[in-house]
């Protein structure tokens, strides 16, 4: 893909993701295990598997973001090939990696990435994202002094605010309270009647939003439950 789509229309373009024999392996020794996937928008999807499997490495690979070390990852979005470099533009990725600027408010830092990406309209994306996660009332607040889960809600709301036909989500619900886990299980499903939303988890609650689990075994695939 040759540009950068930008527009509220990609909120309904169809998105594919594909895994053939992808694998990543660090110098430690541990990583993800060789899998095989095909998953279509819309939906909720999964990745669950025991600390170390390879869950965080696996949407990291697909956003973009690592590259593997075996195996291939493709991302489609309106039957285009997405190059790895220009994944962002079509991917909302929340994962703790995901860092703000600490002498920013929330609304600011929100705003910033919203300029940076080249939305048009950014009052408005920036105004229902954090509307959307909760945050409206928090947003002239600094980001240093949020909350771990409250933090959790802004990385949300990054990921959300190019309305984004992809969406990845690594372990949403860490720090949440029980306020926030409703928020985060509300929106999850509002994204999945429209986009392709893979979540890496293992709590049964977030599991249990997903029509589609990968099952990281450790020692090999990924097996579809």
Do not use: W
Not at 74 to 86: D, I, K, M, N, T
């Amino acid at each position: 893909m040759s540009t950068a789509p930008h527009e509220p229309g990609l909120s309904t373009v169809a998105a594919r993701v594909t895994a053939r024999a992808l694998a990543h392996r660090y110098s430690r020794g541990r990583g993800l295990e060789a899998i095989d996937f095909t998953l279509e928008s819309p939906g909720v999807n999964a990745v669950c598997g025991a600390n170390g499997a390879g869950k965080s490495t696996l949407l990291r690979i697909v956003a973009g973001l690592l590259r593997p070390t075996s195996g291939s990852s493709e991302v489609q979005v309106a039957g285009l090939a997405v190059a790895p470099a220009l994944r962002r533009h079509v991917i909302g990725y929340a994962g703790p990696d995901l860092a703000f600027y600490d002498e920013l408010t929330v609304e600011e830092n929100l705003r910033f990435a919203a300029e940076a990406r080249g939305l048009t309209g950014s009052t408005a994306l920036v105004d229902s994202a954090l509307e959307r996660v909760g945050l409206d009332s928090r947003r002239r607040d600094r980001a240093d002094a949020l909350s771990s889960g409250m933090s959790q809600r802004l990385r949300l709301a990054f990921a959300l605010l190019h309305a984004p036909p992809l969406l990845l989500l690594d372990e949403p619900g860490n720090h949440l309270d029980e306020e926030g886990r409703a928020t985060l299980e509300r929106v999850v499903r509002d994204e999945g009647r429209r986009a392709l939303v893979l979540i890496a988890t293992n709590e049964e609650r977030e599991r249990a939003l997903a029509s589609h689990i990968i099952e990281l075994r450790g020692r090999g695939l990924g097996h579809p439950a």
